[in-house]
T-cell receptor, first 114, second 110 residues
Framework: DVKVTQSSRYLVKRTGEKVFLECVQD?????MFWYRQDPGLGLRLIYF???????EKGDIPEGYSVSREKKERFSLILESASTNQTSMYLC?????????????FGDGTRLSIL | DAKTTQPNSMESNEEEPVHLPCNHS???????IHWYRQLPSQGPEYVIH???SNVNNRMASLAIAEDRKSSTLILHRATLRDAAVYYC???????????FGGGTRLMVKP
């Protein structure tokens, strides 16, 4: 089975801190994605990457950056955390070839910014 | 992007079939219809997808209307473990991006 692993299930940080969320997949997928999920707003795409060192903005990239140095690892960075970034963060991966490849999700990181 | 309409919630009895509807009247001719579900405290999970004809896999069946403006996800025998939010997603954006709507919360009664 495909495994997408997020480094933490729960994380508490302070306003202004630099926060790193890590995601690793074990299926040699080209595509990797970061979403956030908020009540009433559903899942919203922050960034995605289709190759090492490549990144594309999603719907809500402001306040975030990403890093993809290795194919299996995709990091989400909050440069200076703010309370409105308190959310559930979900990482996903999929094959690139064939635009209808299923996405495989991790179990999420629930991030609280105090 | 195609717009979707799903019931906010549905209820089912355990071991009975469940039919989850989705309207996607603005779907384009080449858009696949994807279904995902999200169990409590977990990330979304792929269920099934199809284009025109009905599809079956070990988890569910997907019935697609002839005009493709609606589809129905069928769970043949609901279990308590099937209680989740089910998302219908017509089409994917460039880069294989999914756009999740509000979904249908399925409750399964013992």
């Amino acid at each position: 089975d495909v495994k997408v692993t997020q480094s933490s299930r729960y994380l508490v940080k302070r306003t202004g801190e630099k926060v790193f969320l890590e995601c690793v997949q074990d299926m040699d997928h080209e595509n990797m994605f970061w979403y956030r999920q908020d009540p009433g707003l559903g899942l919203r795409l922050i960034y995605f990457s289709y190759d090492v060192k490549m990144k594309e903005k999603g719907d809500i990239p402001e306040g975030y950056s990403v890093s993809r140095e290795k194919k299996e690892r995709f990091s989400l960075i909050l440069e200076s955390a703010s309370t409105n970034q308190t959310s559930m963060y979900l990482c996903a991966s999929s094959f690139l070839v064939g635009s209808n490849q299923p996405q495989h999700f991790g179990d999420g990181t629930r991030l609280s910014i105090l | 992007d195609a717009k979707t309409t799903q019931p906010n919630s549905m209820e089912s009895n355990e071991e009975e079939p469940v039919h989850l509807p989705c309207n996607h009247s603005t779907i384009s001719g080449t858009d696949y219809i994807h279904w995902y579900r999200q169990l409590p405290s977990q990330g979304p999970e792929y269920v099934i997808h199809g284009l025109t004809s009905n599809v079956n896999n070990r988890m569910a069946s997907l019935a697609i209307a002839e005009d493709r403006k609606s589809s129905t996800l069928i769970l043949h025998r609901a279990t308590l473990r099937d209680a989740a939010v089910y998302y219908c997603i017509p089409g994917v954006n460039a880069g294989n991006m999914l756009t999740f709507g509000g979904g249908t919360r399925l409750m399964v009664k013992p």
